[in-house]
Nanobody, 125 residues
Framework: QVQLVESGGGLVQAGGSLRLSCAASGRTFSSYTMGWFRQAPGKERDFVAAISWSGGDTYYADSVKGRFTISRENAKNTVYLQMNSLKPEDTAVYYC??????????????????WGQGTPVAVSS
């Protein structure tokens, strides 16, 4: 069992930055691929970024590539999402997820077993 708690969301102006954190419980955190997904009102949950258990592989949605950076500190059971150059279209609830997808399967929400409660991000124009 893994419990995930996100933090760091809030209201920011376009062009600004936020850093989301996801703290995980459990001793097996370092064995999980960690992902960030987001869901805007009335839309499906979309993939944002993922990082392998070692941190050696990262994956990004095209819409955030070059602006967002995912990282992890296994010693602290924490994964981060640094979000720069934020746009109004980045407004959504951001969810952290843990699972064991391989490679490109990291893009699929169905491959993740554990989810956090979400943290809202609002970007004003």
């Amino acid at each position: 069992q893994v419990q995930l708690v996100e933090s760091g969301g809030g209201l920011v102006q376009a062009g600004g930055s936020l850093r989301l954190s996801c703290a995980a419980s459990g001793r097996t955190f370092s064995s999980y691929t960690m992902g960030w997904f987001r869901q805007a009102p009335g839309k499906e949950r979309d993939f944002v970024a993922a990082i392998s258990w070692s941190g050696g592989d990262t994956y990004y949605a095209d819409s955030v590539k070059g602006r967002f950076t995912i990282s992890r500190e296994n010693a602290k059971n924490t994964v981060y999402l640094q979000m720069n150059s934020l746009k109004p279209e980045d407004t959504a609830v951001y969810y952290c997820a843990a699972g064991r997808p391989l490679g490109r399967n990291s893009y699929s929400a169905r491959r993740y077993d554990y989810w956090g409660q979400g943290t809202p991000v609002a970007v004003s124009s």
